[in-house]
């Protein structure tokens, strides 16, 4: 019998608190997951891999909080915000689509705040808006009002 959307929902959670994503990937993520983010259209264990491997990059020695996760149906959604050496994120969202017991789409957004020059590390005091990403590329930033099309320096 397949296991119910909170059920995957919370091990695939348990288990990137822990680090493992290879078991990760093997129980809770169908082979052809499809991963939308606003930079990026991919599909398979190994575009979760990459993500994954930016994320890293991008928030070393970090620390994540679930501030929301709902569920519906099929349907998961995931708020939470992030600490690092590096830069911030103050409203990720994941949104998952959970069939047959595994992962069957995920969306990935957040924007990326610059710790640097802070107290406690969050946010900038250039009065610049933060850069923007949601495929945890951190060489792209999606365009939109007073947002350059690439990271500013300090953020690199």
Same mark, same amino acid.
Not at 21 to 37: F, G, I
């Given at each position: 019998?397949?296991?119910?959307?909170? #059920?995957? =929902?919370?091990?695939? +959670? !348990? +288990?990137?608190?822990?680090?493992?994503? %290879?078991?990760?990937?093997?129980?809770?993520?169908?082979?052809?997951?499809?991963?939308?983010? #606003?930079?990026?259209?991919? $599909?398979?264990? %190994?575009?979760?891999?990459?993500?994954?491997?930016?994320? @890293? #990059?991008?928030?070393?020695?970090?620390? =994540?909080?679930?501030?929301?996760? $709902?569920?519906? /149906?099929?349907?998961?959604?995931?708020?939470?915000?992030?600490?690092?050496?590096? =830069?911030?994120?103050?409203?990720? @969202?994941?949104? =998952?689509?959970? !069939?047959?017991?595994?992962?069957?789409? $995920?969306?990935?957004?957040?924007?990326?705040?610059?710790? !640097?020059?802070?107290? /406690?590390? +969050? /946010?900038?005091?250039? /009065?610049?808006?933060? @850069?923007?990403?949601? %495929?945890?590329?951190?060489?792209?930033?999606?365009?939109?009002?007073?947002?350059?099309?690439?990271?500013?320096? %300090?953020? #690199?």
């Amino acid at each position: 019998m397949n296991r119910s959307t909170i #059920e995957v =929902f919370e091990d695939h +959670l !348990k +288990l990137r608190v822990e680090g493992d994503l %290879d078991t990760d990937l093997q129980r809770n993520y169908s082979e052809a997951v499809v991963l939308l983010t #606003e930079n990026s259209n991919a $599909q398979g264990h %190994d575009a979760m891999r990459a993500s994954a491997r930016r994320l @890293a #990059e991008q928030l070393p020695n970090s620390k =994540f909080e679930f501030l929301s996760k $709902q569920v519906s /149906g099929p349907y998961a959604l995931l708020v939470w915000r992030a600490h690092s050496d590096r =830069f911030n994120v103050n409203g990720g @969202a994941d949104t =998952f689509l959970i !069939k047959d017991g595994k992962i069957q789409m $995920q969306t990935i957004h957040y924007q990326l705040v610059s710790n !640097k020059g802070r107290p /406690g590390g +969050l /946010g900038q005091q250039d /009065g610049r808006r933060p @850069a923007r990403t949601s %495929d945890h590329d951190p060489g792209r930033t999606a365009p939109g009002p007073n947002i350059p099309g690439h990271l500013p320096s %300090d953020l #690199e």
